[in-house]
T-cell receptor
Framework: AQSVTQLGSHVSVSEGALVLLRCNYS??????LFWYVQYPNQGLQLLLK??????LVKGINGFEAEFKKSETSFHLTKPSAHMSDAAEYFC????????????FGQGTRLTINP | DARVTQTPRHKVTEMGQEVTMRCQPI?????VFWYRQTMMQGLELLAY????????DSGMPKDRFSAEMPDATLATLKIQPSEPRDSAVYFC???????????????FGPGTRLTVL
């Protein structure tokens, strides 16, 4: 069975500081990995995804994530936080083979301090 | 700009009442998912369909929940009878899985916020 662990349910950074949101996954088969963002009272929007190939993946709004198989991690980073980045972020995993269904982490709420 | 739409956006009802939530997937997508989001459980997959056929509904309480796709442009999630513990945000998502197995991103709708009193 697949699972996702997001370390830290709340992360707070200052505007302009580095954003680092941690995600570790467990999967018995090669995974597809995703980061989604959820703004208040909205649905989830895809930030970026890893399928195959390059392990450093760039997404929207200046975010990127690196797939590290040896560490079973897929941490999300952004060099300089902006106030508009305040939201909840979800890491998710799905199997390359078989069903397309996603298994989500518990989410990390990112707060940006002025 | 193609989007997944969901109706209603908000629903307040009393315990025991029937609730029906509707989802219109993105045109051309062949896979539809229903998720439930609560503070305690986070995001949980309830059911999903491919080419209108249910593939997995193991996450759904069978005694009161039912999910259908009457046609390719409409998916429904029904709760009968509803209970206070069903209060949550219900999301629909759609995606495209190619015949060769290639898969696309899941695109989420804005959700239906359900409150059962």
């Amino acid at each position: 069975a697949q699972s996702v662990t997001q370390l830290g349910s709340h992360v707070s950074v200052s505007e302009g500081a580095l954003v680092l949101l941690r995600c570790n996954y467990s999967s018995s088969v090669p995974p597809y990995l995703f980061w989604y963002v959820q703004y208040p009272n909205q649905g989830l929007q895809l930030l970026l995804k890893y399928t195959t190939g390059a392990t450093l993946v760039k997404g929207i709004n200046g975010f990127e994530a690196e797939f590290k198989k040896s560490e079973t991690s897929f941490h999300l980073t952004k060099p300089s936080a902006h106030m508009s980045d305040a939201a909840e972020y979800f890491c998710a995993v799905s199997e390359i083979q078989g069903a397309q269904k996603l298994v989500f982490g518990q989410g990390t709420r990112l707060t940006i301090n002025p | 700009d193609a989007r997944v739409t969901q109706t209603p956006r908000h629903k307040v009802t009393e315990m025991g009442q029937e609730v029906t939530m509707r989802c219109q997937p993105i045109l051309g997508h062949n896979t539809v998912f229903w998720y439930r989001q609560t503070m305690m459980q986070g995001l949980e997959l309830l059911a999903y369909f491919r080419n209108r056929a249910p593939l997995d509904d193991s996450g759904m309480p069978k005694d009161r929940f039912s999910a259908e796709m009457p046609d390719a442009t409409l998916a429904t999630l029904k709760i009968q009878p509803s209970e206070p513990r069903d209060s949550a945000v219900y999301f629909c998502a759609s995606g495209l899985v190619a015949s060769g197995g290639g898969r696309d991103t899941q695109y989420f709708g804005p959700g239906t916020r359900l409150t059962v009193l």
